[in-house]
């Protein structure tokens, strides 16, 4: 497609621009993206607006609807974010390690910008921003590719940000945004190795094993959060209750809400109805197995289906386990690895469930909502990748970065 090749080809030249750039230029050009983030924020939830209007017409869902929803607090979050990544210290001219050789040699190992990232998600307009900031500080270019739900919320803060860049002499090339957004230009982009050094996919199940199938460039698999929480017997019941909430109700539109709740075979007769009881009142569908079905008379039974879905709304699969054996098997069979949580006082059965769970983020007495680029300090993230190369978990601004070898010499000839 020529909308690709020409901005792929910008977005090349203007990496190389970035990857000279000093970290005051960086952190200056930052701090006037979020500046003008909230200055223009009217221009922005105009915009958002119109793409709301269009997923109530196109039947969206409640969550996704959450998802895809700015409003001046998003749009203060979103720059407070920047404004963090430009308070980080910079990853690009780090030096890893300097040796010395027998034979004279200096061999050095530093961090330098991957070069052109592109990234293809749905509908989550806040990705613009926290993309462009990691990818900039990163002293990288990044092509931008959003889901057609939020096509004019993405133009509006991509035509920000560009005034931001240009403000400070920065190339329109370091941000730009695929404005088609049909099917044809996300295959395009996944075959567009020419100008994309990586290609990182934010979204659901389908859109991440689409481009991880099809992409000609190295992915980074992201997002995909079948997350669980395990009621350990030594819990404590009243931190179970509000972690378990927290972690179903707050967002259950977001990949880091839990979608599976475990719990020990001890407390079905008193901490599970309790917890189905207050999963109701905030109109939390349960799906469960057969001893919870015949505990809990609204419960509908789970097929085998539920301990792999990603919900993404209030619906719960609940299972009785039991020992934290067993919940470690359900979780690393079940999982998607993002993020898992134990509520328990025994030390002996958290070190083992932190130990043993295959996930990018372990929990002991916490809710999973936490496993978050900003809540981690990262300022934002790009994605949470659940695999284990070359980054996992919320990655930040060192994960946008890659290395090369400086080797100084004074004549050795091998």
Known sequence: MDELIEKGAQAKKA??????????????????????????????????????????????????????????????AMSEGIRQIARLDDPVGEVLYMKKRPNGLQIGQVRVPIGVIGIIYEARPNVTADASGLCLMAGNAVLLRGGKEAINSNIAITGIIQDALSARGIPAGAVQLVENTGRESAMAMMKLNKYLDLLIPRGGAGLIKTVVENSRVPVVETGVGNCHAYIDQTADLVMAEKIVINAKTQRPGVCNAIETLLVHRSLAGGFLPVICETLKKHNVEIRGDNYVTSLV??????TDDDWYEEYLDLRIALK????????????????????????????????????????????????????????????????ISTQKLHARGPMGLRDLTSTKYIIYGNGQVR
């Open 320 to 383: 009785i386990v039991e020992n934290t054996a067993d919940a470690i098997d359900h979780i690393n069979s079940y999982g998607s690895g993002h993020s898992e949580t134990i509520v328990t006082e025994s030390y002996a059965n958290a070190q083992r469930f932190v130990s043993e769970v295959n996930s990018a983020a372990v929990y002991v007495n916490a809710s999973t909502r936490f496993t978050d680029g900003f809540e981690f300090g990262f300022g934002a993230e790009i994605g």
């Open 15 to 76: 990496s190389v621009f970035l990857a000279r750039m000093s970290s005051d230029e960086k952190r200056s050009a930052l701090e006037e993206i979020a500046r003008l983030l909230e200055a223009k924020s009217d221009r922005v939830i105009t915009a958002n607006t119109r793409d709301l209007e269009n997923a109530q017409k196109n039947g969206i869902s409640g969550p996704l609807i959450d998802r895809l929803t700015l409003n001046p607090e998003r749009i203060s």
């Open 297 to 302: 008379p609204y419960a509908v039974n789970a």
